[in-house]
Protein backbone atom coordinates (compact mmCIF):
# COMPACT_ATOMS: atom_id res chain seq x y z
CA UNK A 1 0.00 0.00 0.00
CA UNK A 2 1.53 3.39 -0.64
CA UNK A 3 1.17 6.46 1.67
CA UNK A 4 -2.27 7.66 0.63
CA UNK A 5 -3.88 4.69 0.69
CA UNK A 6 -2.55 3.83 3.81
CA UNK A 7 -3.80 7.55 5.24
CA UNK A 8 -7.14 6.81 3.86
CA UNK A 9 -7.00 3.21 5.30
CA UNK A 10 -6.39 5.10 9.15
CA UNK A 11 -9.49 7.82 8.41
CA UNK A 12 -11.64 5.48 7.40
CA UNK A 13 -10.66 2.99 10.46
CA UNK A 14 -11.36 6.19 12.49
CA UNK A 15 -14.30 7.01 11.42
CA UNK A 16 -15.75 3.22 11.91
CA UNK A 17 -14.33 3.74 15.70
CA UNK A 18 -16.16 6.99 16.36
CA UNK A 19 -19.10 6.09 18.12
CA UNK A 20 -16.80 4.22 20.40
CA UNK A 21 -14.05 7.03 20.75
CA UNK A 22 -16.87 9.48 21.12
CA UNK A 23 -18.49 7.41 23.96
CA UNK A 24 -15.03 6.69 25.22
CA UNK A 25 -13.84 10.79 25.49
CA UNK A 26 -17.68 11.60 27.12
CA UNK A 27 -17.59 8.51 29.93
CA UNK A 28 -14.38 9.38 31.30
CA UNK A 29 -15.19 13.62 31.05
CA UNK A 30 -18.74 12.63 32.94
CA UNK A 31 -16.46 10.24 36.11
CA UNK A 32 -13.38 12.55 36.82
CA UNK A 33 -10.55 10.67 38.22
CA UNK A 34 -7.15 12.38 39.93
CA UNK A 35 -3.75 11.66 39.17
CA UNK A 36 -2.96 7.75 40.08
CA UNK A 37 -6.55 7.30 41.13
CA UNK A 38 -7.63 6.81 36.85
CA UNK A 39 -8.98 3.44 37.56
CA UNK A 40 -11.98 4.05 35.40
CA UNK A 41 -10.55 5.35 32.45
CA UNK A 42 -7.87 2.83 32.68
CA UNK A 43 -10.05 0.03 32.57
CA UNK A 44 -12.28 1.51 29.86
CA UNK A 45 -9.69 1.97 27.65
CA UNK A 46 -8.12 -1.12 27.64
CA UNK A 47 -11.46 -2.70 27.65
CA UNK A 48 -11.32 -0.89 24.35
CA UNK A 49 -8.10 -1.61 23.19
CA UNK A 50 -8.25 -5.42 24.05
CA UNK A 51 -11.98 -5.56 22.04
CA UNK A 52 -9.89 -4.40 18.91
CA UNK A 53 -7.88 -7.40 18.96
CA UNK A 54 -4.34 -5.61 20.63
CA UNK A 55 -3.30 -7.17 24.53
CA UNK A 56 -3.43 -4.24 26.54
CA UNK A 57 -0.95 -4.32 29.57
CA UNK A 58 -2.78 -3.18 32.73
CA UNK A 59 -0.68 -1.01 35.51
CA UNK A 60 2.21 -0.80 32.91
CA UNK A 61 5.74 -0.18 34.40
CA UNK A 62 4.63 -0.29 38.14
CA UNK A 63 2.46 2.40 37.59
CA UNK A 64 -0.96 1.22 38.57
CA UNK A 65 -2.87 3.49 36.33
CA UNK A 66 -0.40 3.04 33.41
CA UNK A 67 -0.94 0.94 30.22
CA UNK A 68 0.79 0.24 27.20
CA UNK A 69 -0.63 -2.09 24.19
CA UNK A 70 1.67 -2.93 21.01
CA UNK A 71 1.17 -3.50 17.58
CA UNK A 72 3.47 -4.72 14.65
CA UNK A 73 6.34 -6.68 14.62
CA UNK A 74 8.72 -4.55 13.03
CA UNK A 75 10.11 -1.24 11.86
CA UNK A 76 9.75 2.29 13.31
CA UNK A 77 8.20 2.08 17.10
CA UNK A 78 5.99 5.67 16.99
CA UNK A 79 4.36 5.84 20.64
CA UNK A 80 0.74 7.61 20.76
CA UNK A 81 0.05 8.81 24.40
CA UNK A 82 -3.03 8.97 25.96
CA UNK A 83 -3.92 11.45 29.30
CA UNK A 84 -6.83 10.65 31.08
CA UNK A 85 -6.29 13.11 34.55
CA UNK A 86 -8.97 15.18 35.77
CA UNK A 87 -8.71 18.29 38.20
CA UNK A 88 -10.02 18.63 41.58
CA UNK A 89 -13.01 20.41 41.89
CA UNK A 90 -13.32 21.43 38.25
CA UNK A 91 -13.13 18.00 36.49
CA UNK A 92 -11.87 17.70 33.05
CA UNK A 93 -11.09 21.28 32.56
CA UNK A 94 -7.84 20.46 30.83
CA UNK A 95 -9.88 18.23 28.63
CA UNK A 96 -7.41 15.09 29.20
CA UNK A 97 -11.00 12.60 28.28
CA UNK A 98 -10.13 13.95 24.21
CA UNK A 99 -6.16 13.51 24.89
CA UNK A 100 -7.42 9.70 25.57
CA UNK A 101 -9.71 9.13 23.33
CA UNK A 102 -7.85 10.76 20.38
CA UNK A 103 -5.13 8.87 21.60
CA UNK A 104 -6.87 5.64 21.71
CA UNK A 105 -7.99 6.13 17.62
CA UNK A 106 -4.72 7.49 16.21
CA UNK A 107 -3.14 4.14 17.80
CA UNK A 108 -6.19 1.54 16.96
CA UNK A 109 -6.17 3.35 13.75
CA UNK A 110 -2.18 2.87 13.20
CA UNK A 111 -2.59 -1.11 14.64
CA UNK A 112 -4.86 -1.62 12.47
CA UNK A 113 -2.19 -1.09 9.15
CA UNK A 114 0.78 -1.67 11.13
CA UNK A 115 1.35 -5.08 9.41
CA UNK A 116 0.80 -3.61 5.76
CA UNK A 117 3.14 -0.56 6.61
CA UNK A 118 6.09 -2.13 8.48
CA UNK A 119 5.87 -0.37 11.32
CA UNK A 120 5.25 -0.39 14.66
CA UNK A 121 2.48 1.81 17.52
CA UNK A 122 2.44 2.12 21.07
CA UNK A 123 -0.58 3.15 22.39
CA UNK A 124 0.53 4.17 26.16
CA UNK A 125 -1.94 4.81 28.86
CA UNK A 126 -0.19 7.85 31.03
CA UNK A 127 -1.37 8.93 34.20
CA UNK A 128 -1.20 12.13 36.56
CA UNK A 129 -0.16 14.67 34.22
CA UNK A 130 -1.24 17.64 36.73
CA UNK A 131 1.13 16.63 38.84
CA UNK A 132 2.58 13.42 40.13
CA UNK A 133 4.40 12.77 36.68
CA UNK A 134 3.40 9.51 36.20
CA UNK A 135 5.22 9.62 32.56
CA UNK A 136 8.55 10.43 34.43
CA UNK A 137 7.64 7.03 36.49
CA UNK A 138 6.65 5.39 33.46
CA UNK A 139 10.13 6.26 31.64
CA UNK A 140 12.28 5.74 34.35
CA UNK A 141 11.09 1.97 34.34
CA UNK A 142 12.06 2.08 30.92
CA UNK A 143 8.41 2.57 29.09
CA UNK A 144 10.68 4.95 26.22
CA UNK A 145 13.40 2.91 25.64
CA UNK A 146 12.22 0.74 22.61
CA UNK A 147 10.24 4.43 20.96
CA UNK A 148 11.46 5.93 18.29
CA UNK A 149 8.83 8.83 18.56
CA UNK A 150 6.15 9.90 20.40
CA UNK A 151 3.17 11.85 20.27
CA UNK A 152 0.11 13.21 21.60
CA UNK A 153 -2.98 15.84 20.89
CA UNK A 154 -3.45 18.17 23.56
CA UNK A 155 -7.00 20.75 23.83
CA UNK A 156 -7.13 24.16 23.26
CA UNK A 157 -8.71 27.55 22.35
CA UNK A 158 -6.79 27.23 19.35
CA UNK A 159 -4.56 24.63 16.14
CA UNK A 160 -1.46 25.42 17.64
CA UNK A 161 2.20 23.72 16.94
CA UNK A 162 2.76 23.47 20.56
CA UNK A 163 2.15 24.43 23.86
CA UNK A 164 4.57 27.09 25.80
CA UNK A 165 5.56 24.82 28.28
CA UNK A 166 8.08 25.91 30.69
CA UNK A 167 10.04 24.11 33.71
CA UNK A 168 9.28 24.17 37.38
CA UNK A 169 11.11 22.73 40.17
CA UNK A 170 9.39 22.65 43.69
CA UNK A 171 11.26 23.44 46.63
CA UNK A 172 11.03 23.45 50.60
CA UNK A 173 12.85 25.30 53.08
CA UNK A 174 13.07 24.90 56.77
CA UNK A 175 14.96 27.41 59.17
CA UNK A 176 15.91 26.12 62.78
CA UNK A 177 17.30 28.81 64.89
CA UNK A 178 17.13 28.66 68.94
CA UNK A 179 13.63 29.25 71.27
CA UNK A 180 13.98 32.05 73.40
CA UNK A 181 11.15 34.47 76.05
CA UNK A 182 10.64 37.22 73.61
CA UNK A 183 10.16 39.71 76.30
CA UNK A 184 12.44 37.67 78.82
CA UNK A 185 16.05 36.77 77.24
CA UNK A 186 15.44 37.49 73.37
CA UNK A 187 18.99 37.96 72.98
CA UNK A 188 19.09 33.76 73.96
CA UNK A 189 17.57 33.29 70.84
CA UNK A 190 18.02 32.97 66.64
CA UNK A 191 14.60 33.93 64.68
CA UNK A 192 13.87 31.70 62.22
CA UNK A 193 10.74 33.40 61.41
CA UNK A 194 13.03 36.47 60.58
CA UNK A 195 15.06 34.12 58.48
CA UNK A 196 12.13 32.94 56.44
CA UNK A 197 11.06 37.10 56.05
CA UNK A 198 14.24 38.00 55.02
CA UNK A 199 14.87 35.36 52.47
CA UNK A 200 11.27 36.13 51.02
CA UNK A 201 12.50 39.83 50.72
CA UNK A 202 15.53 38.37 49.25
CA UNK A 203 13.75 36.75 46.59
CA UNK A 204 11.36 39.39 45.64
CA UNK A 205 14.36 41.90 45.26
CA UNK A 206 16.21 38.27 42.98
CA UNK A 207 12.76 38.76 40.57
CA UNK A 208 14.03 42.15 39.47
CA UNK A 209 16.63 40.71 37.93
CA UNK A 210 15.23 37.37 36.08
CA UNK A 211 14.33 36.70 32.44
CA UNK A 212 11.19 38.02 31.73
CA UNK A 213 9.79 34.16 31.45
CA UNK A 214 11.21 33.04 34.72
CA UNK A 215 8.62 32.70 37.77
CA UNK A 216 9.25 32.57 41.39
CA UNK A 217 6.49 31.93 44.09
CA UNK A 218 6.70 30.88 47.70
CA UNK A 219 4.80 30.80 50.54
CA UNK A 220 5.00 30.67 54.36
CA UNK A 221 3.97 27.12 56.01
CA UNK A 222 5.31 27.55 59.24
CA UNK A 223 5.52 30.67 60.74
CA UNK A 224 6.29 30.03 65.22
CA UNK A 225 3.83 28.74 67.95
CA UNK A 226 3.49 32.27 69.99
CA UNK A 227 4.42 35.48 69.76
CA UNK A 228 6.34 35.36 73.33
CA UNK A 229 8.26 32.70 71.46
CA UNK A 230 11.38 33.83 69.59
CA UNK A 231 10.36 31.57 66.59
CA UNK A 232 12.58 28.62 66.47
CA UNK A 233 11.25 26.59 63.43
CA UNK A 234 9.67 27.97 60.22
CA UNK A 235 9.27 26.63 56.67
CA UNK A 236 8.24 27.65 53.53
CA UNK A 237 7.80 26.13 49.95
CA UNK A 238 8.57 27.47 46.78
CA UNK A 239 7.91 26.94 42.78
CA UNK A 240 10.31 27.83 40.75
CA UNK A 241 10.12 28.26 37.29
CA UNK A 242 12.34 28.81 33.81
CA UNK A 243 12.35 28.65 30.23
CA UNK A 244 14.25 25.30 30.01
CA UNK A 245 15.80 22.76 32.75
CA UNK A 246 19.25 23.88 31.35
CA UNK A 247 18.13 27.67 32.85
CA UNK A 248 16.10 26.66 35.89
CA UNK A 249 19.26 24.95 37.14
CA UNK A 250 21.19 28.14 37.81
CA UNK A 251 18.20 30.02 38.87
CA UNK A 252 17.29 27.27 41.70
CA UNK A 253 21.12 28.16 42.54
CA UNK A 254 20.36 31.84 42.80
CA UNK A 255 17.04 31.47 44.20
CA UNK A 256 18.81 29.19 47.50
CA UNK A 257 21.56 31.64 47.60
CA UNK A 258 18.60 34.12 49.12
CA UNK A 259 16.95 31.90 51.17
CA UNK A 260 20.55 30.97 52.81
CA UNK A 261 22.13 34.58 52.87
CA UNK A 262 18.94 35.51 54.93
CA UNK A 263 19.67 32.22 57.49
CA UNK A 264 23.30 33.45 57.89
CA UNK A 265 21.94 36.85 59.09
CA UNK A 266 19.99 35.74 61.35
CA UNK A 267 22.36 32.80 62.21
CA UNK A 268 19.75 30.01 62.22
CA UNK A 269 20.40 26.82 60.37
CA UNK A 270 18.80 26.00 56.65
CA UNK A 271 17.94 22.73 55.32
CA UNK A 272 15.81 21.75 52.15
CA UNK A 273 14.83 19.65 49.73
CA UNK A 274 14.36 19.96 45.82
CA UNK A 275 11.10 17.81 45.88
CA UNK A 276 9.03 15.88 43.70
CA UNK A 277 9.62 15.38 40.17
CA UNK A 278 10.94 18.64 38.01
CA UNK A 279 8.96 19.10 34.86
CA UNK A 280 10.86 20.03 31.69
CA UNK A 281 10.50 22.16 28.91
CA UNK A 282 8.79 21.12 25.91
CA UNK A 283 11.38 20.61 22.64
CA UNK A 284 9.25 20.54 19.78
CA UNK A 285 10.72 18.41 17.05
CA UNK A 286 9.90 20.45 14.31
CA UNK A 287 10.06 17.79 11.44
CA UNK A 288 7.24 16.12 12.90
CA UNK A 289 5.14 18.65 13.88
CA UNK A 290 5.19 20.32 10.38
CA UNK A 291 3.72 16.30 9.18
CA UNK A 292 1.17 17.02 11.58
CA UNK A 293 0.05 19.95 10.57
CA UNK A 294 -0.01 19.08 7.06
CA UNK A 295 -2.19 16.21 8.25
CA UNK A 296 -4.25 18.59 10.11
CA UNK A 297 -4.74 20.40 7.53
CA UNK A 298 -6.07 17.61 5.22
CA UNK A 299 -8.91 17.74 7.87
CA UNK A 300 -9.23 21.80 7.82
CA UNK A 301 -7.75 22.22 10.76
CA UNK A 302 -5.22 25.34 10.42
CA UNK A 303 -2.39 24.44 12.96
CA UNK A 304 -0.76 27.89 13.58
CA UNK A 305 2.83 28.49 15.31
CA UNK A 306 1.86 29.82 18.71
CA UNK A 307 4.32 32.84 18.66
CA UNK A 308 2.02 34.00 15.51
CA UNK A 309 -1.40 33.31 16.75
CA UNK A 310 -1.91 33.06 20.86
CA UNK A 311 0.29 31.05 23.18
CA UNK A 312 -0.61 28.51 26.08
CA UNK A 313 1.84 28.54 28.83
CA UNK A 314 2.44 25.75 31.27
CA UNK A 315 4.42 22.53 32.28
CA UNK A 316 3.45 19.15 31.84
CA UNK A 317 5.61 15.97 32.35
CA UNK A 318 5.53 15.34 28.14
CA UNK A 319 8.45 17.70 28.35
CA UNK A 320 10.99 14.76 30.55
CA UNK A 321 9.61 12.48 27.24
CA UNK A 322 10.77 15.17 24.45
CA UNK A 323 14.09 14.87 26.15
CA UNK A 324 14.19 10.93 25.67
CA UNK A 325 12.49 10.65 22.21
CA UNK A 326 11.65 13.04 19.40
CA UNK A 327 8.23 14.35 20.54
CA UNK A 328 5.36 16.68 19.95
CA UNK A 329 2.49 18.11 21.71
CA UNK A 330 0.25 20.07 19.45
CA UNK A 331 -2.90 21.82 20.63
CA UNK A 332 -5.72 21.07 19.05
CA UNK A 333 -8.77 23.38 19.28
CA UNK A 334 -11.96 22.26 21.45
CA UNK A 335 -12.88 25.70 22.88
CA UNK A 336 -14.06 29.12 21.44
CA UNK A 337 -10.92 31.21 21.07
CA UNK A 338 -10.29 33.00 24.39
CA UNK A 339 -11.58 30.02 27.18
CA UNK A 340 -8.71 29.36 29.01
CA UNK A 341 -7.16 25.50 30.06
CA UNK A 342 -8.31 25.11 34.05
CA UNK A 343 -11.56 27.11 34.02
CA UNK A 344 -14.62 25.52 34.35
CA UNK A 345 -15.98 26.76 30.94
CA UNK A 346 -13.00 24.92 29.16
CA UNK A 347 -14.32 21.75 30.91
CA UNK A 348 -17.72 21.94 29.31
CA UNK A 349 -16.20 22.53 25.90
CA UNK A 350 -14.29 19.17 26.20
CA UNK A 351 -17.18 17.14 26.89
CA UNK A 352 -19.40 18.90 24.48
CA UNK A 353 -18.95 18.70 20.99
CA UNK A 354 -16.19 20.96 19.80
CA UNK A 355 -14.16 17.89 22.20
CA UNK A 356 -16.16 14.91 20.09
CA UNK A 357 -14.57 16.90 16.85
CA UNK A 358 -11.06 17.06 18.49
CA UNK A 359 -11.25 14.08 19.10
CA UNK A 360 -11.66 12.57 15.45
CA UNK A 361 -9.47 14.89 13.85
CA UNK A 362 -6.99 14.48 16.63
CA UNK A 363 -7.31 10.68 16.07
CA UNK A 364 -7.20 10.76 12.17
CA UNK A 365 -4.40 13.51 12.34
CA UNK A 366 -2.17 11.81 14.67
CA UNK A 367 -2.41 8.38 13.07
CA UNK A 368 -1.69 9.76 9.86
CA UNK A 369 1.53 11.05 10.85
CA UNK A 370 2.03 8.08 12.61
CA UNK A 371 2.05 6.69 9.13
CA UNK A 372 4.56 9.06 7.56
CA UNK A 373 7.10 8.46 10.36
CA UNK A 374 6.61 4.86 9.67
CA UNK A 375 6.71 4.82 5.27
CA UNK A 376 9.15 7.70 4.84
CA UNK A 377 12.73 7.02 6.35
CA UNK A 378 13.69 10.38 5.47
CA UNK A 379 11.25 12.00 8.23
CA UNK A 380 12.06 9.97 11.02
CA UNK A 381 16.15 10.84 10.07
CA UNK A 382 15.32 14.34 10.33
CA UNK A 383 13.51 14.11 13.20
CA UNK A 384 15.97 12.02 15.02
CA UNK A 385 18.91 14.61 13.36
CA UNK A 386 16.90 17.18 15.16
CA UNK A 387 16.91 15.57 18.25
CA UNK A 388 20.41 14.90 18.19
CA UNK A 389 21.23 18.54 18.86
CA UNK A 390 18.53 18.53 21.68
CA UNK A 391 20.56 20.26 25.17
CA UNK A 392 21.84 17.48 27.10
CA UNK A 393 24.10 17.30 30.50
CA UNK A 394 20.78 17.84 32.49
CA UNK A 395 18.74 15.02 34.03
CA UNK A 396 15.15 14.72 33.09
CA UNK A 397 14.43 12.01 35.11
ZN1 LIG B 1 -3.49 19.16 30.35
ZN1 LIG C 1 -3.71 20.88 32.91
Not at 31 to 60: C, K, S, V
Not at 196 to 204: D, E, Q, T
Not at 377 to 393: C, I, N, Q
Amino acid sequence: MDIEALKQAVCERVDALAPRLVHASRAIHANPELGYEERFAHDLLTELIEEQGLTAQRGAWGVSTAFDAQAGTSGPSIAVLCEYDALPGIGHACGHNVIAAAGLGAGLAAASVAEAAGGRVRIMGTPAEESGGGKVLMARAGAFEDVDAAMMVHPADADLTAIDAIAIQQLLVQFHGKAAHAAAAPWNGRNALDAAVLGYMNVAALRQHIRPEERIHGIFTRGGDKPNIVPSETAMEWYVRSGTLESLQPLMQRVLGCLQGAADACEVEMTHQWVGISYADMIDNVAMVQAYAGNAARLGRVVLDPAAAHKVTGSTDMGNISYLVPSIHPMIQVAEHGVPIHSVAFAEFAGGEGGDRAVIDGAKAMAMTVIDLWTSPDLLARAKAEFDRRPTGVPVL
